[in-house]
């Protein structure tokens, strides 16, 4: 059947597909609680270290690990912000999930090189303060990431125009 | 590559970006939808129940957390429906263009 609509319908009709694209990509986001749980847990585990107990330091370290993994790879890829959407794969972009994790992986090896320099300057408990550092950057740079990430997935948009 | 086909039952244009909004995700709660495209529950379920009488998506209706949910999702015949849309105004618009082009 041949469409009875003018080059600037069409044209209208293609603005009003991506504004309701945007307004996914908008959703692409990990929940509040991950971020704080993340730097707790960070936390947490850089007292227990502290604490100078390899068999407690393992065990938490065990423990951080089997929990992170069991919640990370259903929310880090940001499509499941909310309970209300889940954003399709393809508009929250394949590579989220890995960048995340991929950032998680780097703070680990940060904390140990603030852990160094904190005990090289005589901290009592290098590994808290160390870990408290890495805490705050958990806390601020998590959502800056992922706006970082809902820019890439807008401009990808863009591009595809 | 998606064959460009036309399509009055999505054109319209708020089955157009309540269709555009379910394609760029896996499922949306009615309540979001609503939000998102700012319409009434009445309208809203007026334009899915039309969607849905198509085989254009699937309403499912659960419990979570003691409240009742309603998530909508399209199906593959709504998604290829709309991809099919999609790809005829992207050929009605570079039809245009190149024709403008020549003149």
């Not at chain 1, 390899?54 to 990370?72: D, E, Y």
């Not at chain 1, 005990?119 to 303060?129: E, I, K, L, M, Q």
Request: charged share 20%; proline share 4%.
């Amino acid at each position: 059947m041949e469409p009875q609509i003018t080059p600037a319908e069409a044209r209208a009709a293609l603005e009003a597909v991506d504004r309701s694209r945007l307004r996914v990509i908008q959703e692409i986001d990990l929940p509040v609680w991950y971020w704080w749980g993340l730097a707790l847990g960070w936390v947490a585990l850089g007292f227990i270290t502290d604490l100078k107990h390899p068999w407690l330091t393992t065990a938490a370290t065990l423990l951080f690990g089997a929990v992170h993994a069991t919640v990370a790879p259903r929310i880090a890829n940001g499509r499941h912000r909310t309970r209300r959407l889940s954003v399709s794969a393809d508009i929250a972009g394949f590579r989220t999930g890995r960048l995340v994790l991929g950032c998680v992986a780097a703070l680990g090896v940060l904390t140990v090189g603030f852990a160094l320099a904190a005990n090289a300057d005589g901290a009592r408990h290098p590994v808290t303060v160390a870990s408290i550092l890495v805490a705050v950057i958990i806390l601020l740079g998590g959502p800056r990431l992922l706006a970082a990430i809902r820019r890439n997935r807008e401009a990808a948009l863009d591009a595809a125009r | 590559m998606t064959e460009p086909r036309f399509d009055e039952l999505i054109h319209p244009g708020t089955r157009l970006s309540i269709v555009g909004l379910l394609a760029a995700a896996d499922w949306v709660e009615f309540a979001l939808l609503r939000d998102k495209l700012g319409m009434s529950d009445s309208a809203l379920s007026k334009q899915l129940s039309t969607l849905e009488a198509a085989g254009y998506l699937a309403v499912e209706r659960r419990v979570s957390d003691g409240r009742r949910r309603v998530r909508v999702r399209l199906t593959p015949t709504g998604r290829g429906a709309f991809q099919g849309h999609v790809a005829a105004l992207r050929q009605i618009v570079a039809a245009a263009e190149s024709e403008h082009a020549l003149a």
